[in-house]
């Protein structure tokens, strides 16, 4: 077997922009197919961070804080002495929709989920819907946190 190099061998470099460009295009539309988060997920994820997020700000600011949930978003809120339920934070959209049933309505301005300097939490159900995805029900007793199926 005769292997000598020649001036012909190995790959041109318009052959190389051809693959690098070919490559980047299939890595992209993964990329954009992998981020993309499915059905409720994000909406569930986002609403377990803000209970939290409230919860412990009550807690350690020891003010009393709330979700005031509508069906398009979904805004966080403090109870100023002076002037009432004021938002703490901005709105933030749901990718679907919610739906919230609590058996104490709020009060007029104020949200649906009231979270006291005592740990302590309204009780409420949160349904989650998103076209195609199918629904996912979160729920409080008033102590122990959201959970979500």
Do not use: K
Request: charged share 20%.
């Amino acid at each position: 077997m005769d292997r000598r190099l020649s001036a012909r061998a190995g790959f041109t470099l318009i052959e190389l922009l051809v693959v690098v460009a070919v490559l980047s295009v299939v890595a992209l539309g993964a990329g954009l197919t992998l981020a993309r988060a499915p059905g409720t997920e994000p909406d569930r994820a986002a609403l377990l961070r803000a209970f939290d997020d409230a919860r412990r700000a009550a807690v350690t600011g020891q003010v009393w804080h709330g979700l005031s949930l509508a069906r398009r978003e979904m805004v966080p809120m403090r109870l100023n002495p002076d002037y009432g339920w004021v938002p703490s934070g901005p709105a933030q959209a749901w990718r679907g929709q919610a739906s919230v049933r609590t058996p104490d309505p709020a009060a007029p301005g104020g949200p649906q989920i009231v979270f006291a300097p005592t740990a302590e939490t309204s009780r409420v159900e949160i349904v989650l819907r998103r076209r195609g995805a199918g629904t996912v029900i979160c729920r409080a007793d008033g102590w122990s946190g959201l959970s979500c199926d």
